[in-house]
């Protein structure tokens, strides 16, 4: 038994970059800001770039502060987006990381 709660050992035992993907998609945001350590540990150990690029930009959209519309800055939620097509293309199966 590891030391893991059970939800960060699904992305451990993930097989490829399309359930790693699938994971970070489903995954409560609440889990991503409170388990970051070992979410990035496990994304870098497989090497899933794309996941740690939408990562980063998942955690940035939820740690920025917030205009007085409520949302973040217009740069961060296009950046979140972005990144978020290309996670949901890789879970689809539709595309292999990285390729254009």
């Known amino acids: 038994m590891t030391s ?3 939800i960060i050992e699904e992305l451990a035992d993930a097989p490829d970059h399309k359930a790693r ?3 970070l ?3 409560p945001l ?5 388990d970051q350590v070992p979410i990035h540990r496990l994304l870098s150990a497989a090497g899933f770039h794309d996941g740690l690029a ?3 930009a998942e955690i940035s959209a939820l740690s920025a ?3 007085r519309d409520g949302l973040a ?3 961060i939620r296009m950046t979140r987006e ?3 097509i290309g996670i949901q293309i890789i879970a689809r199966g539709g595309a292999e990381e990285g390729a254009a």
Do not use: C, D, K, S
Not at 30 to 34: L, Q
């Open 65 to 67: 502060t917030r205009g």
């Open 25 to 27: 998609l489903e995954v």
């Open 54 to 56: 939408y990562f980063a």
């Open 82 to 84: 972005y990144a978020r």
């Open 4 to 6: 893991m709660l059970p």
């Open 73 to 75: 800055p217009n740069t």
């Open 21 to 23: 993907a699938r994971w």
């Open 30 to 34: 609440a889990v991503i800001i409170r």
